[in-house]
């Protein structure tokens, strides 16, 4: 399981971190729609990088429009929550990303570096059929979506 760490401790100023917002849709019947990118295996929620003096809401409607086709407006997302985990795909790297969720308005498709587009239903952290799920959507997300229900 991936430790916990303080988002404020200096002592992490050094260390490799990619800075992301993301968001979560789901299905009325509890599925979620996480994406795959180009090469790695993970699944993770659509989203990405912050660009520099971007704020992660602003930067979450981006990267979904880019990636998943799909325009949000500021009053569509709802923030869930922003968490320190390892990043998925880049080893010794962790990766803050502040989560919102979003009804889905439209038809998503697969765009940019965005390889494919699975709904999974998620019990106890892990997807029901099989797709391995990136550390914040199975140690982070997961947990604070049932927190809410």
Not at 8 to 25: K, Y
Not at 29 to 39: H, I, Q
Not at 76 to 101: F, I, K, Q, S
Request: charged share 30%; aromatic share 4%; net charge negative.
């Amino acid at each position: 399981m991936t430790e916990t760490r303080n988002l404020n401790d200096p002592s992490l100023l050094d260390h490799p971190t990619l800075i992301v917002a993301a968001v979560c849709f789901q299905a009325a019947d509890g599925r979620t729609l996480p994406a795959r990118k180009r090469g790695p295996s993970h699944f993770m929620l659509p989203g990405g990088k912050l660009e520099p003096g971007e704020a992660p809401d602003r930067a979450a409607r981006r990267e979904i429009h880019e990636e998943i086709g799909i325009r949000l407006e500021p009053a569509d997302l709802t923030l869930l929550g922003t968490w320190r985990t390892d990043a998925a795909n880049e080893p010794d790297t962790d990766l803050v990303g502040t989560v919102y969720v979003a009804p889905l308005r439209g038809e998503p498709a697969a765009a940019a570096e965005i390889a494919e587009l699975r709904w999974v239903r998620i019990v106890d952290g892990a997807a029901v059929d099989g797709s391995p799920l990136a550390p914040l959507l199975r140690e982070r997300v997961v947990p604070a979506l049932a927190e809410r229900d």
